[in-house]
């Protein structure tokens, strides 16, 4: 048990990393597009190199995120239900809806894992002015599943998330 709640720790802290490094990666994407604007329209010598790292970094921005979303319960969700039905439903539905959402992150995360590799071995790059490995964007999306498939996971078994709503009060 307590290798588990080591293993648990372990998971929040990169969450936590993976969150700072996705916040981050948003500044860099804000500053590549007023560098743009700027280099574009008062200086006509527009980029090659913006468009493609704001494309890039959307991708990385997301599935860095995507687990400590998970963690915190802050993933987009559809309550109208918990008007009409008892507290203990409740739970069981959001224990249910967590077990398939950690089923499907789990799928995703296997066939873009394969996705990733086959990219990797292939040695394929990205179609732009700047090329760059596929794998690269790509190693992220699996990465963003599994931490996120392994937090629905530990809520199914564990403690469910407070709501915005549940933390306030």
């Not at 959001?94 to 086959?118: D, L, P, Y």
Request: charged share 15%; aromatic share 16%.
């Amino acid at each position: 048990m307590a290798f588990l709640k080591i293993l648990a720790s372990i998971q929040d802290a990169l969450s936590r990393i993976g969150f700072v490094l996705a916040a981050s990666v948003l500044a860099i994407i804000s500053a590549a597009y007023r560098y743009e604007v700027v280099s574009r329209y008062f200086f006509n010598s527009p980029t090659i190199w913006a468009s493609p790292l704001v494309s890039y970094s959307l991708c990385v921005t997301i599935f860095l995120a995507l687990p400590d979303l998970a963690r915190r319960g802050e993933h987009i969700s559809i309550d109208l239900h918990e008007s009409w039905l008892s507290s203990k439903t409740i739970k069981i539905l959001k224990r249910a809806t967590n077990f398939v959402a950690a089923a499907f992150c789990f799928a995703a995360a296997w066939i873009t894992a394969e996705q990733a590799w086959s990219e990797f071995v292939a040695g394929v790059m990205t179609n732009s002015y700047v090329p760059i490995p596929k794998w690269w964007v790509f190693i992220f999306i699996p990465f963003g599943f599994l931490n996120g498939g392994a937090f629905f996971m530990r809520q199914t078994f564990g403690e469910l998330p407070q709501t915005h709503e549940e933390a306030v009060l």
